[in-house]
């Protein structure tokens, strides 16, 4: 059975920063495209960042410069690394890990990310 869980989130000020870690186990995350979403109160959950398993990334723009997306296959994790947060950063975190292939695609819980001052 796979898990993704995600941890990392908490309360910070603007111009803080925080490290978001995805950890799935019950599969090889090598294989997999492996994604950050958000949800705002009131909004639709949007892609923030993406790594496939080749190492490509993309962004949304309004993160670029700001969040880094990494993984480390050997501990089966990928990181979001956030930057000069700013209050619309505020939302619910969720890591998505996709398998186009295989049609696979696994979501965690999520992590609260709370830019306040």
């Known amino acids: 059975q796979v898990h993704v869980v995600e941890s990392g989130g908490g309360l910070v000020q603007p111009g803080g920063s925080l490290r978001l870690s995805c950890v799935v186990s019950g599969t090889i995350v090598g294989i997999y495209t492996m994604s950050w979403y958000r949800q705002a109160p009131g909004k639709q959950r949007e892609l923030v960042a993406t790594i496939s398993s080749g190492d490509n990334t993309n962004y949304t723009d309004s993160v670029k410069g700001r969040f880094t997306v990494s993984r480390d296959n050997t501990k089966n994790t990928v990181y979001l690394q956030m930057n000069n947060l700013k209050f619309e950063d505020t939302a619910i975190y969720y890591c998505?890990?996709?398998?186009?292939?295989?049609?696979?695609?696994?979501w965690g819980q999520g992590t609260q990310v709370t830019v306040s001052s």
């Open positions: 998505n890990a996709y398998q186009n292939r295989l049609t696979l695609d696994y």
